[in-house]
């Protein structure tokens, strides 16, 4: 492992966790949010057989979600690209361009 990942400095001056080492608060944090979520798995696990009413509407609603959802990520980041490169700069540079 390089030291610029396992250390606590940010990798290249980004604005990113990725960076960063887990310290023991988040390291016991992560670990009650696992077990909290392996119990709540193993108390609903009874109810997994029970029958529902079915409701042919939601596969509709779900792909409206999941069609915005995509969309508008897709729209900024258009956006991003179409005023970086009308500050010109290359298409590879767009999102960390500082030319804007």
């Not at 492992?1 to 400095?9: D, F, L, Q, T, V």
């Not at 915005?68 to 298409?91: E, K």
Request: charged share 10%; net charge negative.
């Amino acid at each position: 492992m390089s030291s610029a990942s396992a250390g606590s400095e940010p990798v290249d001056g980004a604005n990113s966790l990725a960076g960063h080492a887990a310290n023991g608060f988040q390291l016991r944090l992560v670990a009650v949010l696992c077990v909290a979520y392996a119990l709540a798995v193993l108390a609903l696990h009874p109810f997994a057989s029970v029958d529902l009413t079915p409701l042919p509407h939601i596969a509709g609603i779900y792909a409206t979600a999941v069609l915005v959802g995509d969309i508008s990520p897709s729209c900024l980041s258009a956006r991003s690209f179409a005023s970086a490169a009308r500050a010109g700069c290359s298409r590879s540079a767009a999102p960390t361009c500082s030319a804007d």
